[in-house]
């Protein structure tokens, strides 16, 4: 009787082990297949838009990312112009969204997803009662338009018909605006509208310390339908304005003479003027000769009839331009633009 309970005691240890270890084995057998699955759906979905976000202005201010100082270029391309988003980000629902003011009221990250829909169905409104953190009203003779500084939209305005938003719009020289940002923006705007897809764009001003003007903005945008086909950028804009110093603790400015910084700084609503010979004088006439030669030549020109938008013929915008809204014309950029057209911010015609 005894023996025949060891026998049965050393049968049952014996199945435990082996159902302990058949289970060990489908255990690791599912978590292999999980992972093969997790591999395959991550490697399906790796395209420029990686699957790991990076926080810029924690990899800006740690060193990881780094920008160089301004050297005449309006802007500079980050990460081989590969924007920051996740796979997960990639959508074809269209939104918009802003960070709150910080404690100093300053703005935040801008972040959309821009289609057709949110954009603009009438004029912009005014926007002049919006005093953006560093704001300051000075006029200097060497910068288009007077204006040292505009109340610059982080996301444009052409883009969502965002107006007053305080929480889009932060104190940004002309040149910035107009030279670094407007080009990206109009690309943008030109593309969705021709076709009918979305684009992932976000827009980060970088701030140091407690300066109240920011250094620059980060501008990232990605085509979701085509997977960047289209559109594809990752640029920083520089807040700096030719012939001037600008204090970014406070939007101070100064008009630099060939001896370095003038002393004298411009007040509110004051003009400093850039010292000028006739010398000079008569090479800004010849100039503005030379702008009314240029824009009273005839050229050829790629009008879009849906977006009232032309191009020049080898503009990029042209190749995915359906044959339904294509018009060719050849005259004069005044006749165009009296027909209703504005001109494509990406050629510049």
Same mark, same amino acid.
């Given at each position: 009787?005894?023996?025949?309970?060891?026998?049965?005691?050393?049968?049952?240890l014996?199945?435990?082990?082996?159902?302990?270890?058949?289970?060990?084995?489908?255990?690791?057998?599912?978590?292999?297949?999980?992972? !093969?699955?997790s !591999?395959?759906?991550?490697?399906? #979905?790796?395209?420029?838009?990686?699957?790991?976000? +990076?926080?810029?202005?924690?990899?800006?201010?740690?060193?990881?990312?780094?920008?160089?100082?301004?050297?005449?270029?309006?802007?500079?391309?980050?990460?081989?112009?590969?924007?920051?988003?996740?796979?997960?980000?990639?959508?074809?629902? !269209? *939104?918009?969204?802003?960070?709150?003011?910080?404690?100093?009221?300053?703005?935040?990250? =801008?972040?959309?997803?821009?289609?057709?829909?949110?954009?603009?169905?009438?004029?912009?409104?005014?926007?002049? #009662?919006?005093?953006?953190?560093?704001?300051?009203?000075?006029?200097?003779?060497?910068?288009s338009?007077?204006?040292l500084?505009?109340?610059?939209?982080?996301?444009? *305005?052409?883009?969502?018909?965002?107006?007053? /938003?305080?929480?889009?719009?932060?104190?940004?020289?002309?040149?910035?605006?107009?030279?670094?940002?407007?080009?990206?923006?109009?690309?943008?705007?030109?593309? @969705?509208?021709?076709?009918?897809?979305? @684009?992932?764009y976000?827009?980060?001003?970088?701030?140091?310390? /407690?300066?109240?003007?920011?250094?620059?903005?980060?501008?990232?945008?990605?085509?979701?339908?085509? /997977?960047?086909?289209? +559109? =594809?950028?990752?640029?920083?804009?520089?807040?700096?304005?030719? #012939?001037?110093?600008?204090?970014?603790?406070?939007?101070?400015?100064?008009?630099i003479?060939?001896?370095?910084?003038?002393?004298?700084?411009? =007040?509110?609503?004051?003009?400093?003027?850039?010292?000028?010979?006739?010398?000079?004088?008569?090479?800004?006439?010849?100039?503005?000769?030379?702008?009314?030669?240029?824009?009273?030549?005839?050229?050829?020109?790629?009008?879009?009839?849906?977006?009232? +938008?032309?191009?020049?013929?080898t503009?990029?915008?042209? !190749?995915?331009m359906?044959?339904?809204?294509?018009?060719?014309?050849?005259?004069?950029?005044?006749e165009? +633009?009296? #027909?209703?057209?504005?001109?494509?911010?990406?050629?510049?015609?």
């Amino acid at each position: 009787m005894k023996k025949i309970f060891t026998a049965l005691t050393v049968l049952l240890l014996s199945f435990s082990l082996f159902f302990a270890s058949g289970c060990e084995m489908l255990d690791q057998v599912l978590t292999k297949s999980s992972q !093969s699955t997790s !591999s395959t759906t991550s490697s399906s #979905q790796t395209e420029i838009i990686s699957d790991t976000a +990076i926080d810029f202005e924690s990899a800006h201010h740690n060193g990881i990312i780094s920008i160089p100082d301004y050297d005449g270029s309006p802007y500079f391309v980050v990460n081989n112009n590969e924007p920051f988003f996740k796979s997960s980000d990639k959508t074809t629902t !269209s *939104f918009e969204s802003f960070d709150e003011l910080d404690s100093l009221g300053r703005c935040g990250e =801008t972040y959309a997803c821009v289609g057709k829909d949110i954009m603009p169905t009438e004029e912009r409104g005014e926007i002049g #009662q919006v005093k953006p953190t560093g704001w300051q009203t000075v006029k200097y003779d060497c910068v288009s338009g007077k204006y040292l500084y505009n109340r610059c939209h982080l996301i444009g *305005f052409q883009l969502t018909g965002e107006n007053a /938003n305080v929480k889009n719009l932060i104190t940004g020289t002309r040149y910035m605006n107009v030279d670094g940002m407007l080009p990206f923006e109009d690309m943008v705007a030109d593309y @969705v509208k021709e076709t009918l897809n979305h @684009v992932l764009y976000r827009v980060t001003p970088i701030f140091k310390g /407690n300066n109240l003007v920011a250094h620059g903005v980060l501008m990232e945008a990605y085509s979701v339908e085509d /997977n960047g086909e289209g +559109i =594809t950028f990752n640029v920083y804009c520089y807040n700096v304005q030719p #012939q001037i110093a600008i204090d970014y603790s406070t939007g101070n400015s100064a008009l630099i003479s060939d001896g370095g910084v003038q002393t004298s700084k411009p =007040t509110e609503n004051s003009t400093v003027n850039s010292t000028a010979n006739s010398s000079q004088e008569t090479s800004q006439d010849s100039s503005i000769e030379t702008s009314v030669s240029v824009e009273s030549s005839i050229c050829e020109y790629v009008l879009n009839k849906n977006s009232k +938008i032309f191009h020049l013929p080898t503009c990029s915008g042209v !190749s995915s331009m359906s044959q339904a809204n294509r018009q060719d014309f050849t005259g004069t950029r005044e006749e165009v +633009i009296s #027909q209703g057209y504005k001109a494509c911010g990406t050629c510049h015609p």
